[in-house]
């Protein structure tokens, strides 16, 4: 597999647990909001985005939620499954075209 | 299928041997870019490309090169690898606007020795 992860901090859960990963951005300025999910071997999968004029937003089975006021993205996963487990990245579009600053990311470990 | 195609997959070569790392979209995408992946940095963007002949320095661009010669393909070229260029790369496309998501290729693993 490949070697990005190995310096990450890591989330363990349980099957079936709902899992919360989160991410502080740093720039108010940033507008758009996306999380992405990454198995070992592939490249970043969109998962969900979210825009500044929003605080919560749903998806199949992933909410993000987002508080401006303290520049905090959290992506939460319900009854998470073993497919879940990769690094998860949050990104924020800083303005222009999809200029994404990445986070460092955080792996996900889900236990049976 | 929708996809951002990376080729080689893999790729060991020598300091100051000149490579081409490929990346062709066949989504119609306007924008395009360049990131690499180091571990506990996430990714960031080397390069990235508007429209054809339209390209800009993303935040990690010495050492690297890129041309938009077709709206459809955005080789990266490394004209003297060195090994602190040793890493994970991506190349990713994204629809025209301000706020769509981008689609990533599977990325290319460089080892410079």
């Known amino acids: 597999g490949e070697s990005v992860g190995l310096h990450l901090p890591t989330l363990s859960v349980q099957e079936g647990d709902n899992s919360i990963i989160n991410c502080a951005y740093s720039?108010?300025?940033?507008?758009?909001f996306i999380w992405y999910k990454q198995e070992s071997g592939k490249g970043p999968q969109f998962i969900i985005d979210i825009r500044s004029n929003m605080d919560k937003r749903q998806g199949q089975r992933v909410t993000v939620l987002l508080n401006k006021t303290v520049k905090h993205l959290s992506l939460q996963i319900a009854a998470t499954q073993p497919g879940d487990s990769a690094v998860y990245f949050c990104?924020?579009?800083?303005?222009?075209?999809?200029?994404?600053?990445f986070g460092a990311g955080t792996r996900l470990a889900v236990h049976p | 299928e929708a996809q951002v195609t990376q080729n080689p997959r893999y790729l060991i070569t020598v300091t100051g041997k000149k490579l081409t790392v490929t990346c062709s979209q066949n989504m119609n995408h306007e924008y395009m870019s360049w990131y690499r992946q180091d571990p506990g940095l996430g990714l960031r963007q080397i390069y990235y490309?508007?429209?054809?002949?339209?390209?800009d320095k993303g935040d990690v661009p010495e050492g690297y090169k890129v041309s938009r010669k077709e709206k459809r393909n955005f080789p990266l070229i490394l004209e003297s690898p060195s090994p602190n260029q040793t890493s994970l790369y991506f190349c990713?496309?994204?629809?025209?606007?301000?706020?769509?998501?981008?689609?990533f290729g599977q990325g290319t693993r460089l080892t410079v020795v």
């Open positions: 720039n108010s300025a940033s507008d758009y």
């Open positions: 990104a924020e579009n800083r303005g222009g075209y999809n200029k994404l600053i």
């Open positions: 990713a496309s994204s629809d025209k606007g301000k706020d769509t998501e981008a689609f």
């Open positions: 490309s508007m429209n054809v002949e339209v390209t």
